[in-house]
C-alpha cells in the first residue's frame, strides 16, 4: 500500500503541467462544434418524433381495424340474439295462447252448462209448482 502511495506521488511529480490559455478562435470552433452538435441532435429528436408518430398512426389504425371487425361482429350477433329473442317470444305468445285455449274452453263449457242447467232447475222448479198448483185446484174442485 505504501508503495503504491510513494508511486502515485512520484508520477505525479513528473508530469508536466499544462498552462494555456483559449484563443477566441479556440471558442469559436468550440461554438462550432456545440452548434452542430445541438442541430444534429435536434435532427435525431424530430426524426425520432416522426417515427414515433408513424408509429403510434400506425397502431391506431390497427386498433381501429380491430374495434371495426369486433363491431360489425357484435352487431351480427346482436341481430341474431334480437331474431332469437323474437322467436321466443313467439314461442311463449303461442304457449301462453294454448293455455288459455286448453283451460278457458272447458272453463267455458262448464259455464254454459251449469247455466243451463240452473235454466232447467228453474224450468223444473215452475213445472213443480205449477204441478202442486194443479193438484191444489184437483182437490179442491174434485
Not at 247455466?115 to 179442491?140: F, G, P, S
Amino acid at each position: 500500500m505504501k508503495f503504491i502511495l510513494i508511486l502515485s506521488a512520484v508520477l505525479l511529480l513528473f508530469t508536466v503541467p499544462a498552462f494555456s490559455a483559449l484563443t477566441v478562435e479556440d471558442i469559436e470552433k468550440i461554438r462550432s462544434i456545440i452548434k452542430e452538435e445541438i442541430t444534429a441532435v435536434k435532427k435525431e429528436t424530430i426524426a425520432s418524433e416522426t417515427r414515433v408518430k408513424e408509429y403510434v398512426s400506425q397502431e391506431i389504425a390497427k386498433v381501429n381495424i380491430k374495434i371495426e371487425e369486433m363491431d360489425r361482429r357484435l352487431t351480427g350477433e346482436i341481430r341474431s340474439l334480437d331474431k332469437q329473442l323474437d322467436r321466443l317470444f313467439a314461442l311463449v305468445m303461442v304457449l301462453v295462447a294454448f293455455v288459455a285455449v286448453v283451460i278457458g274452453i272447458p272453463q267455458i263449457i262448464v259455464a254454459m252448462q251449469r247455466k243451463d242447467i240452473r235454466a232447467q232447475d228453474a224450468k223444473i222448479e215452475a213445472l213443480q209448482q205449477e204441478i202442486e198448483t194443479r193438484r191444489q185446484e184437483r182437490i179442491v174442485r174434485p
